[in-house]
T-cell receptor, first 112, second 111 residues
């Protein structure tokens, strides 16, 4: 399975600021996915990021709030913009390889 | 109706027993099905993937898929305290497409 390096692992941010989360994969992958896991909840898909095209966002998520970059086949970033306490969650990236989906270690974000 | 539903927990079983976890999905065109285990504070790890009707076994784990009933299950034989975690069912419409997660079932294996 793919090896994913995700950072930062955690951060505490002031409301109104932005945080960029990075995911680096050990080999080229076509699709990368960004999920949010709110406290005590399951995973909710934010968007799918393909290299060379705009990310596809799920209902309830917009590009202005969660801009995503996918500059190449091994790297992606998710930015959480203009943060509020409601954005406090764990954010995870995931990649698909040979039909199986692997997750990064997650970024635990606390907005104060 | 939620896209992926799981039996509500928490589920408690004694050590050595069989734990049975269930999942139903709403989209009939779904083709790929996954079970993940998530320990508290950790990211999900893949246990099993299944794509065809029937059973798939891997060690103490057996996944069962019934597309006609839109049902997928996970059996854990000889449950161990280390199996105590949240189990997440995930469903994809096609291979290599996004997957949607169910709410998860918390399993507790009592020594």
């Amino acid at each position: 399975s793919a090896v994913i390096s995700q950072k930062p692992s955690r951060d505490i941010c002031q409301r109104g600021t932005s945080l960029t989360i990075q995911c680096q994969v050990d080999s080229q992958v076509t699709m990368m996915f960004w999920y949010r896991q709110q406290p005590g909840q399951s995973l909710t898909l934010i968007a799918t990021a393909n290299q060379g095209s705009e990310a596809t966002y799920e209902s309830g998520f917009v590009i202005d709030k969660f801009p995503i970059s996918r500059p190449n086949l091994t790297f992606s970033t998710l930015t959480v913009s203009n943060m509020s306490p409601e954005d406090s969650s764990i954010y995870l990236c995931s990649v698909e390889r040979q039909g199986d989906y692997t997750f990064g270690s997650g970024t635990r974000l606390t907005v104060v | 109706q939620k896209e992926v539903e799981q039996n509500s927990g928490p589920l408690s079983v004694p050590e050595g027993a069989i734990a049975s976890l269930n999942c139903t999905y709403s989209d009939r065109v779904s083709q790929s099905f996954f079970w993940y285990r998530q320990y508290s504070g950790k990211s999900p790890e893949l246990i099993m993937s299944i794509y065809s009707n029937g059973d798939k076994e891997d060690g103490r784990f057996t996944a069962q898929l019934n597309k006609a009933s839109q049902y997928v299950s996970l059996l854990i034989r000889d449950s161990q305290p280390s199996d105590s975690a949240t189990y997440l069912c995930a469903v994809g419409k096609t291979s290599y497409d996004k997957v949607i997660f169910g709410p998860g079932t918390s399993l507790s294996v009592i020594p």
